[in-house]
């Protein structure tokens, strides 16, 4: 477990990062280490890979996937998706988060493999269509490209995306990237329902040069995150799940389910404010370095 929490230490302790290609590669067969697909509560499973994230909502009228990890995860998700016993075929629509090559590098892929529709907010459907983030990305000049998908389509903030019975709602979560989405809805089972939260990633990480600070950037990275963190702490979270899946202990949380079948430790009150109150403070840390560089 630990060399997994080297490899997102890397990804989102560092104020900067040039992805040298040695590093890349390291992180890249890191993330994309096979995972057994699990139920994490009702109609919702994990089906990523152990360093990157993958969920799959379903319906007996078709499934929902969020997030594809890197362009080499493509089949363990869909194999993940079969072993759990549904269709790729089933799968209708397919989400994001956001659009950095480890977590929609796959998207291309999946939606051949499934005929799936995508959608993304109207940023993030921009560069998945162009397949290279664009200028306002803060890591842009670092971020691999990935495969083009030439129909993507696009929601609003707020706009509840539905399959079947599924019902999930996009909240804008920019900072990280300017598209980045969060995702929530609410989950049944055995008479328990519960409101779960897909957050995106807060981290305030970049390519060398970009200020989270600048008061030339109409918003500022700074307002981004903390407009972001101010809807995270709003929503009603009794499950918190993340696209780097170590962020909300994800994991260790299965161990102990495992351990003990009669706890549900997935639900965990406070778990969204706790992920934004870290992400708070590393945002502090980032501004404090960038005024000693200036």
């Given amino acids: 477990m630990r060399r997994y929490a080297l490899a997102t230490l890397i990804v989102v302790a560092m104020?900067?990062?040039?992805?040298?290609?040695?590093?890349?590669?390291?992180?890249?067969?890191?993330?994309?280490?096979?995972?057994?697909?699990?139920k994490i509560h009702g109609d919702t499973y994990?089906?990523?890979t152990r360093g990157l994230?993958?969920?799959?909502?379903?319906?007996?009228?078709?499934?929902?996937?969020?997030?594809?990890?890197?362009?080499?995860?493509?089949?363990?998700?869909?194999?993940?998706?079969?072993?759990?016993?549904?269709?790729?075929?089933d799968i209708k629509l397919i989400l994001n988060t956001h659009v950095h090559f480890d977590h929609a590098g796959g998207i291309a892929e999946l939606q051949r493999l499934t005929?799936?529709?995508?959608?993304?907010?109207?940023?993030?459907?921009e560069v998945l269509r162009s397949g290279a983030v664009g200028r306002d990305d803060p890591?842009?000049?670092?971020?691999?490209?990935?495969?083009?998908?030439?129909?993507?389509?696009?929601?609003?903030a707020g706009q509840v995306q539905r399959v079947g019975s599924i019902a999930l709602t996009p909240h804008a979560t920019p900072g990280h990237t300017p598209g980045g989405t969060t995702w929530s809805w609410r989950s049944c089972e055995a008479g328990r329902c519960v409101d779960i939260v897909y957050a995106d990633s807060l981290n305030p990480i970049s390519a060398p040069g970009y200020l989270y600070s600048s008061r030339t950037l109409r918003p500022s990275g700074q307002?981004?995150?903390?407009?972001?963190?101010?809807?995270?702490e709003k929503l009603p979270c009794d499950i918190l799940l993340t696209p780097h899946p170590e962020l909300s202990d994800l994991f260790g949380k299965l161990e102990r389910r495992e351990r003990n079948s009669s706890l549900n430790p997935f639900v965990q009150v406070g778990a969204c404010n706790s992920y934004v109150a870290a992400h708070r403070e590393k945002l502090r840390q980032r501004l404090v370095d960038e005024q000693v560089k200036q």
Avoid: M
């Fill in 115 to 125: 005929g799936a529709v995508v959608k993304a907010s109207a940023s993030s459907a």
């Fill in 223 to 232: 307002a981004q995150l903390e407009g972001s963190f101010a809807i995270i």
């Fill in 15 to 38: 104020p900067c990062i040039a992805w040298p290609q040695d590093t890349l590669a390291i992180l890249r067969a890191r993330w994309n280490v096979p995972q057994a697909p699990f």
């Fill in 139 to 156: 890591q842009y000049g670092t971020i691999p490209a990935i495969a083009p998908i030439a129909d993507v389509a696009s929601y609003e």
């Fill in 53 to 89: 994230g993958a969920i799959l909502v379903t319906s007996s009228q078709g499934h929902v996937l969020i997030d594809g990890a890197l362009p080499e995860a493509a089949p363990l998700i869909a194999n993940n998706v079969r072993s759990l016993g549904f269709k790729l075929a």
């Fill in 46 to 48: 994990y089906v990523g």
